[in-house]
């Protein structure tokens, strides 16, 4: 099995990053208060905020790249504390938007070898917050 680096590739490889959206609601709307981009997504909050200007609690966020691929099965994996949902393609792939505790979640998708758009969405309710997104080749 072939790891790719968490949440994609390194800065400077095919593909990336991750541009990210931040809103100070639980539900993606409204204007973002910010954006930044990431390399990976990997991240544990604890009762913070992501970044200055976003609330600690009741704040959601948004992840888009585009990431080569080889040709073959992967498996996504969602670590979460709250919500998230992953789309590949534009096709939703993992779906778990509810207030939980710290959670792991997998989907298989096969893709061709080429680029291919990868979308994560998220919110934090209260307390703590973690969000970690990776996949393998199977």
């Known amino acids: 099995m072939q790891i790719e680096p968490l949440g994609g590739p390194i800065d400077g490889g095919p593909g990336g990053p ?16 910010r954006r930044t981009t990431y390399s990976y997504l990997d991240f544990d909050w604890g009762r913070g905020s992501p ?4 609330a600690a609690d009741f704040f959601s966020g948004r992840y888009v790249g585009d990431f080569h691929f080889t040709g073959g099965n992967y498996r996504f994996y969602v670590t979460s504390d709250d919500g998230v949902r992953v ?22 998708r096969n893709l061709s070898e080429g680029t291919h758009k990868v979308k994560v969405e998220y919110f934090e309710q209260t307390g ?4 970690k997104v990776f996949w393998t080749k199977n």
Not at 18 to 33: C, I, M
Not at 51 to 54: E, I, K, M, R
Not at 128 to 131: G, H, P, S, Y
Request: glycine share 4%; net charge negative; charged share 15%.
């Open 18 to 33: 991750w541009n990210a959206e931040y809103f100070n609601n639980a539900d993606l709307q409204g204007a973002p208060v």
């Open 51 to 54: 970044l200055p200007g976003v």
């Open 87 to 108: 789309w590949v393609d534009d096709q939703l792939i993992l779906d778990e938007w509810h207030i939980q505790a710290r959670t792991t979640y997998s989907q298989d």
């Open 128 to 131: 703590v917050a973690f969000l």
